[in-house]
T-cell receptor
Framework: KAGVTQTPRYLIKTRGQQVTLSCSPI?????VSWYQQTPGQGLQFLFE???????NKGNFPGRFSGRQFSNSRSEMNVSTLELGDSALYLC????????????FGEGSRLTVL | QQQVKQSPQSLIVQKGGISIINCAYE??????FPWYQQFPGKGPALLIA?????SEKKEGRFTISFNKSAKQFSLHIMDSQPGDSATYFC???????????FGKGTRLHILP
């Protein structure tokens, strides 16, 4: 069974640009969550999607957005990038009712210059 | 009420020693307590988990101790090895709400 796949793995952007990150969940998993990880800040929850609907949202500005497609694949977008957006962005998927059993991808490492 | 407090922030243990990481929660509605292990450059992976109806769960060298009355749980790594060096996250989830809350993580370094 293939794991959670995130693309791209690494990217470099400049301030003011926008970025789109992609996540393909494990087959059969309809819930997809996104996390931002920076050194010393742990896992900061961005949002969670289930059946194409955003079900939960963390405390991030509106520059951070996401969506989920009918095949459960998800994308997140960050507009007007700031230096502080440099981070590892992690996607996780889980079966319905199994929020504690997340399967994470290897992440997309974003560097903003 | 939704927080999970994890300590210590970092931990250094000699090879062969016992590593202990502690977590505390407030919301008694949490009904599943997993631990995740993350190696550098990788995403976190589920390591071991416990439900509040048991006080201890052991898988190999990894043990979760759970104290329901104190609302605390801990991860013990016996005979710690350099390969255990990683960041560990405790978490708490509510099956009914399909939500999970993570602790801030502990960076564990095992000295060879």
């Amino acid at each position: 069974k293939a794991g959670v796949t995130q693309t791209p793995r690494y990217l470099i952007k400049t301030r003011g640009q926008q970025v789109t990150l992609s996540c393909s969940p494990i087959s059969g998993h309809r819930s997809v969550s996104w996390y931002q990880q920076t050194p010393g800040q742990g896992l900061q929850f961005l949002f969670e999607y289930f059946s194409e609907t955003q079900r939960n949202k963390g405390n991030f500005p509106g520059r951070f957005s996401g969506r989920q497609f009918s095949n459960s694949r998800s994308e997140m977008n960050v507009s007007t990038l700031e230096l502080g957006d440099s981070a590892l962005y992690l996607c996780a998927s889980n079966r319905q009712g199994r929020a504690g059993e997340l399967f994470f991808g290897e992440g997309s490492r974003l560097t903003v210059l | 009420q939704q927080q999970v407090k994890q300590s210590p922030q970092s931990l250094i243990v000699q090879k062969g020693g016992i590593s202990i990481i502690n977590c505390a929660y407030e919301n008694t509605a949490f009904d599943y307590f997993p631990w995740y292990q993350q190696f550098p450059g990788k995403g976190p992976a589920l390591l071991i988990a416990i439900r509040p109806d048991v006080s201890e769960k052991k898988e190999g060298r990894f043990t979760i101790s759970f104290n329901k009355s104190a609302k605390q749980f801990s991860l013990h790594i016996m005979d710690s090895q350099p390969g255990d060096s990683a960041t560990y996250f405790c978490a708490a989830s509510k099956t009914r709400d399909d939500k999970i809350i993570f602790g801030k993580g502990t960076r564990l370094h095992i000295l060879p």
